[in-house]
């Protein structure tokens, strides 16, 4: 498995992170177009820390469940999710394609949301979440859209370290419609969504020059978002799928 981040990477990350409820976030709009009535039924997201859609799927009546590389996700995410009144099954803390490897039971919601573009392998990945799913549930796939041209341009230029850590073929959501189709799934959604956003991830070293044009390329995309109201592979902000897996035969 070819990963582009390792555990330090994510932990640094997320050093001083605070758990939000993202729930007017395009993504958190997804999950609630799509995702049905989940009393009874177990959720998994795969690479869960900070579970910021996590309330989202948790208030569809879903238990939560999850798993991520940060040693928070064990106690602190899940008590977090329980101080929202939420449903919450076993988090664990740990390396989760040893995880899918080893464990035995399946889910009625398998999601990630920003995982899979982190690997060049990303079909495996991919996989890896089929193993987690129930017959008849339910798939939902994310990630950011850093292949589209007017996405890629400033994050080339402004965000180029980040930029690495992504393996922009991943991006593909027709490629994850076919791979999806032929394993049997049903698809009720696959595209670009989000709108024409730009950012960066971390604070980083810039020359004036570059703070400069910075601020004018923030002006610019702000400019075009007002007439840049549809959705488009070169520009939206993300890409994602949410299939169904078909019950196995007799």
Not at 156 to 176: E, I, Q, R, T, V
Not at 190 to 204: L, M, R
Request: charged fraction near 20%.
């Amino acid at each position: 498995m070819t990963r582009l981040t390792d555990e330090k990477f994510w932990s640094d990350s997320y050093v001083n992170i605070q758990f939000q409820d993202l729930h007017d976030h395009s993504v958190a709009l997804l999950l609630q177009k799509y995702l049905p009535d989940g009393k009874g039924k177990a959720a998994i997201e795969l690479g869960s820390f900070p579970g910021a859609f996590l309330p989202t799927i948790g208030r569809k009546g879903y238990s939560l469940n999850g798993i991520d590389f940060n040693p928070r996700n064990t106690d602190d995410l899940p008590a977090w999710l329980k101080s929202q009144d939420l449903q919450v099954g076993v988090f664990r803390s740990g390396d989760l394609f040893e995880f899918a490897s080893k464990n035995g039971q399946q889910f009625d919601l398998v999601c990630s949301f920003g995982l899979i573009e982190h690997f060049e392998n990303y079909d495996e990945v991919i996989r890896m979440h089929l193993s987690l799913l129930k017959p008849g549930g339910q798939l939902i796939i994310t990630t950011p859209n850093f292949r589209g041209w007017l996405q890629y341009l400033p994050h080339k230029f402004f965000d180029a370290y980040n930029l690495g850590k992504h393996y922009l073929p991943s991006m593909n959501p027709g490629k994850w419609k076919k791979l999806l189709e032929s394993e049997g799934f049903q698809t009720l959604y696959s595209g670009y969504f989000g709108g024409y956003a730009f950012w960066v991830d971390k604070d980083q070293k810039r020359s004036a020059l570059n703070k400069r044009l910075f601020r004018l390329t923030e002006w610019s995309i702000f400019q075009l978002r007002k007439i840049l109201w549809f959705q488009s592979s070169a520009f939206s902000a993300f890409c994602g799928i949410v299939a169904i897996k078909g019950h196995e035969k007799a």
